[in-house]
T-cell receptor, first 115, second 112 residues
Framework: GAGVSQSPSNKVTEKGKDVELRCDPI?????LYWYRQSLGQGLEFLIY????????KSGLPSDRFSAERTGGSVSTLTIQRTQQEDSAVYLC?????????????FGPGTRLTVL | GENVEQHPSTLSVQEGDSAVIKCTYS??????FPWYKQELGKRPQLIID?????GEKKDQRIAVTLNKTAKHFSLHITETQPEDSAVYFC???????????FGPGTRLSVLP
């Protein structure tokens, strides 16, 4: 079946511009996660959605970052007034149920470059 | 909050030897510990996981052990092969999948 998809695969933007990154989780997966991975670094947790519950935004690095998940499916991560330090690969993952079957399946990522 | 440390940061082994990567966590409430393998330019993929009610789990050449008292868990790869070369990440979460915290990763190189 279809895995987690993300778009765009690459995004180059100028400093100060806003960007939107999209994640399509596996159908039926109720949990969705966003991570950031800087070059050669580990995975930094950003935000977590579970069903209709309020998202866990504890990992968002600043108020320039926001995310929403419409209809419990597609999610959009928005970065306003991008800075060069925002350059990274943004990974989305989904899992079937948090608290039961919790294997995360990762998307291919969006490579963001801020010039 | 949870803090996960991982050692070593890089590891080189000869093909056929074993490799061991260790992680420690700080929050005793963590109860789910997955390991991910990330090949160069690819997405992380789950290779094995363990829950806090189990001390060891094996899947062919891969095993994970958990010591809840000491708050550490380890990945063991036996009979390593060149295709095992990748970055390996450990993670810990509370509530079996909520709010994952990842270790910084270990770059494993298996030399032919």
């Amino acid at each position: 079946g279809a895995g987690v998809s993300q778009s765009p695969s690459n995004k180059v933007t100028e400093k100060g511009k806003d960007v939107e990154l999209r994640c399509d989780p596996i159908s039926g997966h109720t949990a969705l996660y966003w991570y950031r991975q800087s070059l050669g670094q580990g995975l930094e947790f950003l935000i977590y959605f579970q069903g209709n519950s309020a998202p866990d935004k504890s990992g968002l690095p600043s108020d320039r970052f926001s995310a929403e998940r419409t209809g419990g499916s597609v999610s959009t991560l928005t970065i306003q007034r991008t800075q060069q330090e925002d350059s990274a690969v943004y990974l989305c993952a989904s899992s079937l149920v948090s608290g039961g079957s919790d294997t995360q399946y990762f998307g291919p990522g969006t490579r963001l470059t801020v010039l | 909050g949870e803090n996960v440390e991982q050692h070593p940061s890089t590891l080189s082994v000869q093909e056929g030897d074993s490799a061991v990567i260790k992680c420690t966590y700080s929050d005793s409430a963590s109860n789910y510990f997955p390991w991910y393998k990330q090949e160069l330019g690819k997405r992380p993929q789950l290779i094995i996981d363990i829950r806090s009610n189990v001390g060891e789990k094996k899947d062919q050449r891969i095993a994970v052990t958990l010591n809840k008292t000491a708050k550490h868990f380890s990945l063991h790869i036996t009979e390593t092969q060149p295709e095992d070369s990748a970055v390996y990440f450990c993670a810990a979460s509370i509530n079996y999948g909520q709010n994952f915290v990842f270790g910084p990763g270990t770059r494993l190189s298996v030399l032919p």
